[in-house]
Structure formats: structure tokens, C-alpha cells
């Protein structure tokens, strides 16, 4: 096996870079190993409008150090009152690459989500004509639906009837965490994409809680069960072109996971590419690497891949700081349970 591994430079097809102080500590561990990230919109306030996503635009490329380079894809929250046209011209000036569909209180700021799905009929209609993706967190949020299940009944309950009534409609499924995602996905078409993030190729729902709840591998959708983890990573890496990397990477301070209520979310930019490189190792497929993290997305999107090239390199186990400063308090970067051989050069 060969100790060095080169790559079309990666994308993150879903983060979250928050704003602030916390944006400023969390760029450049993305930025440095990735050249694009869509970026999620769900800030407080959420960004809504194409005007708030141009200045979250800039913001975020203000926060980047002068020394990198780094293109923020910008997504818009989808609301009940989005307006189409503003949509549309977002999309048309090149800004907006996504619109995200949060169900309303499916995780993290999401209470201006849709309730309703007949109320963003018209956007995403226009979203169907003009080639705009929809990212989707697939959840239901029903009370009588247990949280393992949430995902399944989504695709079932919601997904599907939105895909037959709005043909055309382009789609990537965020962070599937199932078989059940995974086989849908597969079964979509071109205009159905899918996400899976770096740690939800490593924990299974015993990794949260058993021994004691430990709230750094608390996200969600919530990792499930053993045979799901395994569903994910043989689709992660068995080169599947509708499967590709988005790492939700989620930043929230140790205070507010480490609490009563902890906030959901991994934080993974620092150690994604190490992490990535020894679950394809694992599984035998190195060589469907950059499939996954470099190739995929872009085709999805119908963007060109990157140009410029990250060599991987194998050797003596690489350590990655345990925690980074926030400005705000520190963030605890996640734990692979693993050695890692692979560092980027
Ligand atoms: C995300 C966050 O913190 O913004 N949390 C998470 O657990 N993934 C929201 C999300 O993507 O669901
Ligand atoms: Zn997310």
C-alpha cells in the first residue's frame, strides 16, 4: 500500500461556521484542508433573504485569516413567507447554491422553519425550474414519532410526497444517519443527492450512552444503531456518485454540550480528512476517496471540481489538539476513538 495519497482539494457539502468569534475560531480549521463549504443558514436570526446571505457572505470572508483561501457557498433558511423571486435572483446573481428546508423544531435553531409544507409549494416550484437546490433535514417532528424512527418516517411522510408533487425538483437528503436514507438515495435518480458526515461513519447510537452519557457525540439526526453506521459507510465508500461528503460539522461551546440540556452537534473540521482517510483505508477503498470528498458534490451541484491538489501522507499516529478556543469558551474537537495514521501534508 502506498504511503501517499494525492487528491482533487476537498468541498464540505454541509457546516456550520456560526458568526462572531466562534466563525472567526472555526474558519480556518475548515479552510485549511477545504476550498468550498455550503454554508448552513440557521444563525439568529436565521438568513432568510438573499441581502442577508450576501452580508453573512462577507462576514464570513472578513473572519478568514489573509493567508487562505477559502469560497463560502451560501444557502438560505426557508421559511412559510420565503419569497420566491428574492429566491430566484439569489440564485441568478451566483450567491445562493441551496435553500434549506428545516421542519420547524427539528434541531438546532430551527423554530422558523416550515410547519406547513403546502406554504412553500410556490418556492419550491420555482426552485424545480431553475435548478436550485433543496437541502433537506429529513426529521419529522411529530412527539409520537420516537427519535430513532424520525428519519425513516420523514422520507416516507414528507420527502416523497414533496419529490412526486414537485418533479424536477433537485434534492440532497443532509446527514443521513440510515439504511433507510442511504437505499432511498440510491434509488433518486440525478436529482437526488446525499450527505454523510464523518462521524456518523464512527459512532453508533452506544457511543452516546453506554457508560454514561457523553454529550460530544450527541447530534443529530442522533447516530442509530450498529447495522446503520455499517449502511453508511459501505455507501461512503463503495464510489457511489449520489453520496458525498458533508461534514455538519457544528460548533457549540463545552458549556452548553457539557449541560442539562446539551445543544446538538460534532465538531469535526480539524480532524475530518485523518478521520476520512482511515475509514476508506479500513474499508479498502482509498481509491474511492476523493470520489467522495472531491468528485461527488461538485458533479451534484454542477460546479467544476477543484483544480489544486492535497496530498495525504501515512505514518506515526498524528494528534490533533483535544479542544479548540472559541473567544467564547472552548470547543471539544471529535474524538475518533482511534489512532490516525493519515495527516495532510
Ligand atoms: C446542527 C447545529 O448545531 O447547528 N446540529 C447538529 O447536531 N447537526 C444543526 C443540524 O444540522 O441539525
Ligand atoms: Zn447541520
Known sequence: MSDTLTLRRPDDWHLHLRDGAMLRAVLPETARHFARAIVMPNLVPPVVTGAQAAAYRDRILAALPGDMSFEPLMTLYL??????DDVAAAHASGLVKAVKLY???????????VRDFDRVRGVLERMAEIGLPLCVHGEVTDSDIDIFDREAVFIDRV?????RTTPGLRVVMEHITTRDGADYARAGGPDLGAT???????????HILVGGIRPHYYCLPVAKREEHRLALRAAATGGEACFFLGTDSAPHVDHLKEHACGCA?????????SILAEVFEQEGALDRLEGFTSLHGPAFYRLPPNEDRITLTRGAPVSYPAKIDSGDGTVTVFDPMMPLHWRVA
Not at 103 to 113: E, I, K, R, V
Not at 196 to 206: A, E, F, G, K, P
Open 79 to 84: 421559511t412559510e413567507d420565503t419569497d420566491p
Open 103 to 113: 421542519p420547524a423544531g427539528a434541531t438546532t435553531n430551527s423554530a422558523s422553519g
Open 159 to 163: 420527502l416523497d410526497p414533496i419529490r
Open 196 to 206: 454523510i458526515t464523518t462521524h456518523h461513519l464512527i459512532i453508533n447510537r452506544n
Open 265 to 273: 452537534g460534532c465538531f469535526t473540521a480539524t480532524n475530518t480528512m
